[in-house]
């Protein structure tokens, strides 16, 4: 692992703290990831912003609509030059294959295309809820499973499930996991959550990490802690 592997999920509802944050970090340091939030308030300025500064962008909008839908935003957000971004695994199949297609004509410049698979809020409780009995873990396999099929780059899921899919689908199979928390860090509405030791030892290849870096009273603080609990 190496200090890339953890992407800081900028959840700033403010653009200039945004900013100032980023300006205490080198891109060595991480890679960031921007979501429904941010690029709803600010767009593809914030995109070019963030790319001005030589930082690796995580484009987390989490598509999921029809196959035609889906494979023109995987165009748009691959025309903005992002390194990574990712759609629903739960919009199917036929929608996975029309986002990967969408992405031929870029060849090598292509973002890494990944799926979402349980969200990282959710138990098996949940599930229940939405009518699907099975375990967490068995839904995440099977969610897995369709998103290898369609040749994605891997997978969003919980470092809980890390173990199991890497020896489901090989260590080249991308997992970027969320629901990280240092020891003794508020969960919040995380419910399937690990430490980021837990999750490297699991086989995690990218850390989001999000509030107990960016609400932190010192957030650069809070990563370099986080470093230090890595060996990086
Ligand atoms: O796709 C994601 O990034 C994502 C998937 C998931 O299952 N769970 C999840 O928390 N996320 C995102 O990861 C970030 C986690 O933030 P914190 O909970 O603050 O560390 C948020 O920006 C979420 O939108």
Known sequence: MTKKSIVVALDYH????????????????????????MFTLFGPDLVNDIHNRNFDLFLDLKFHDIPNTVAKAVTAAADLGVWMTNVHASGGLAMMQAAKQALVPFGQDAPLLIAVTV???????????LGINVPVFEHVLRLAKLTHQAELDGVVCSAQEAKLLKSS????????????????????????????QQAITAGSDYLVIGRPI???VDPLAALKAIYQSLHV
């Open 169 to 196: 689908f090989g260590q080249d199979f991308t997992l970027v996991t969320p629901g990280i928390r240092p020891a003794g860090s508020d969960t919040g509405d995380q419910q399937r959550v690990m430490t980021p």
């Open 119 to 129: 969200l990282t809020s959710m138990s098996d409780e949940d599930l229940v809820l």
């Open 14 to 37: 403010n653009k200039n703290d945004a900013l100032t944050f980023i300006d205490k970090l080198d891109p060595d340091m991480c890679r960031l990831k921007i979501g429904k939030e």
């Open 214 to 216: 960016t609400q932190a």
